[in-house]
């Protein structure tokens, strides 16, 4: 089958389903995931579908995908640096604007949340929020929401920036408990 024909059907098929996986593709059309990834590429950038975990959305369908430009949470206008993105079932994402909200908002949706991904605040790549290491308390005022969870992907890294700066180093599971804590505590989100 021609890639031309091929990108036809994905496109007849994401406009019936709303949302498609990555490998249920590959395998209906028996080619590789990375010949599924190129030839759904000028569908995303034309806007016509959003990337989602493991899959392709429809990009117009609100329950897919929330609003980029603000918080699921507080409303906050999102800053790429800052922000986490919960995967959800059935294909949708969320965007908070820090990992405080995407704390509580993984809370909020407990079942649902497949993963949550956020940057390494030292390197600034995408990492999985379950396995990172957490500065809170820290001298440092990013201007976002309170506390501050800062997330790194070594541990070594979250200490040191911890001597520079002040805080403590927890993991995701620590981190989650001193939020519901903190919330608990002030009985509001930020």
């Known amino acids: 089958m021609l890639a031309s024909e091929r ?8 406009v019936r389903r709303k949302a498609l996986k990555i490998s249920e593709l590959s395998e ?5 995931d990375m010949t599924i990834h190129r030839d759904i590429k000028a569908m995303v950038a034309s806007g016509f579908v959003v990337k989602t975990f493991g899959g392709i959305s429809l990009a117009n369908q609100d329950t897919n995908v929330s609003n980029r430009n603000e918080c699921v949470v507080c409303y906050k206008t999102i800053n790429n640096r800052l922000s986490c993105r919960l995967i959800l079932t059935e294909n949708r994402v969320e965007t908070a604007c820090c990992m405080h909200c995407g704390f509580i908002r993984n809370e909020m949706l407990d079942n649902e949340v497949l993963e949550i991904l956020c940057d390494d605040f030292f390197t600034n790549t995408t990492i999985s929020a379950r396995n990172a290491y957490f500065v809170l308390e ?33 993991t995701f599971t620590e981190a989650m408990e001193k939020e519901a804590k903190q919330r608990e505590k002030s009985k509001g989100c930020c």
């Open 7 to 14: 990108q036809k059907q994905i496109k007849e098929l994401v």
């Open 138 to 170: 820290t001298t440092l005022d990013l201007g976002c929401c309170q506390p501050q969870f800062l997330p790194f992907n070594q541990s070594e890294h979250a200490k040191r920036f911890a001597r520079g700066f002040g805080g403590n180093v927890v």
């Open 28 to 32: 209906r059309f028996q080619v590789s």
